[in-house]
């Protein structure tokens, strides 16, 4: 069994079908590439995993339990499932260090001395160890994405999601953050990103999975994807890229 | 004839309003501290998904900031005992009070946590955090530190409002100066001093909740 399902899942946003029934499983220790138009649903979809959108059919299993959208439920499944959002969302009011402890310490009931720890060797794994007593606003665009993803590591999750993360950065800036997630992805971690990246999708995912329209409509390994795309649309769109 | 003035005439009573200062100060205190609590409930309250709680209270709300705090206060103090409720005149004081900043600090706070970018709320939510833990660690502090100087102006005003107080006879400041002027008929003297008792007790508090604030909200590397 994989570690996430999902079956058949719809969603609409009033009159607006947004996704119009996606499956997808999700081994571990895969790294999956979520592409597509604007407006295809990716962020959507990602966002379905972690319940914080609300599907109105289908089935969501992680680590081989059934989700439902009970308070219980969607909780437990955060504590597997991590994410990271392109606009970083650090809390404004807290050093990079505390917000990287403050999950572990209030959700976890981690010991200060605990949080800290992991903390610590999370920022230090994000090459930031120089910059713990720092505030989100005294950090680069970069520098806030490191955080983020340091901050969902902290937790533990066996899945992490990461929903462009490089997307709000300066160009210059986007290699240091694709350099970690790389690294996360050679260590072994479940990965599902939704990403522009082509070049880093092709080097380092699995498994290509191209939305259109708000379903999957072509999927598999990116270097046969890309190569030989067997439907129009994902032609054009890898076509439109280059 | 020539006014002559004479504020000796209050020297024998300062401690009438030295009594005044203290009770003006003890209502502002308590009214504050638990109106702005009461306020951050109601903030909550307006703000989460509870579409029958928010509603109670934003009925509080309009009702409170549609009609005088002088109405509120004799309906809490000659009202209520008709439902057997019968409050010393400084509990009917602090009591309206603090139902008074309760609704007028609910729409500030709410504000303040309007103003909390979605996407902070949906990485604690990321995080496996629940609604309590969500708005403790990391909604409340940086709302209330956007909406500080509204909310300090508005708990300037309730203690200035607190003056009608005096008028159930709550023995607050101007309770103090009225009684005084009545003994001695030195109205000019004595208002004139208790204007600026009011000046100096309202740039402190002023002065407090600046102080109170920076503590509040100050960077505190603290790991
Ligand atoms: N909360 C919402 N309410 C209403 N419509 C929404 C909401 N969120 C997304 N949509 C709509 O759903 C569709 C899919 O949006 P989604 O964000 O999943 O696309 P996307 O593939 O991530 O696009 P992009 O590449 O621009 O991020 C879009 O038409 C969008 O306008
Ligand atoms: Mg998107």
Redesign the pocket.
Known sequence: MSLVELHAIHKS??E?E?LKGIDLSIDEGQVIALI????????????TINGL?VIDDGVIIVDGKKISDRDADLLGLRLQVGMVFQQFNLFPHYTALENVMLSPQVVKKQSKAEAKQIAEEMLAKVGLADKMMHYPDQLSGGQQQRVAIARALAMKPKVLLC??VTSALDPELVNEVLAVVRQLAEEGMTLVM?T?EMRFAREVCDKLVF?HQ?RIHETGDPETVFANPKTPELASFVGGLA | MAYKFDFGAIVPHWQLLFDGVILTTELTVIGAVVGVGLGIMGAWARASRAPVISQIVGVYVELIRNTPFLVQLFFIFFGLPALGVKLTEFQAAVLAMIVNLGAYSTEIIRAGILAIPQGQIEAAQSLAMNRVQIFRYVVILPALKKIWPALSSQIVIVMLGSSVCSQIAAEELTFGANYIQALNFRAFEVYFVVTGLYLVMSILLRMGLKVLGNFLFERRRHV
Do not use: A, W
């Not at chain 1, 597509?36 to 966002?47: A, D, E, F």
């Open positions: 946003f009033g607006l947004v597509g138009k604007s407006g295809s649903g990716k962020s959507t979809l990602l966002r959108e929903d462009e939704v522009h939305m708000g």
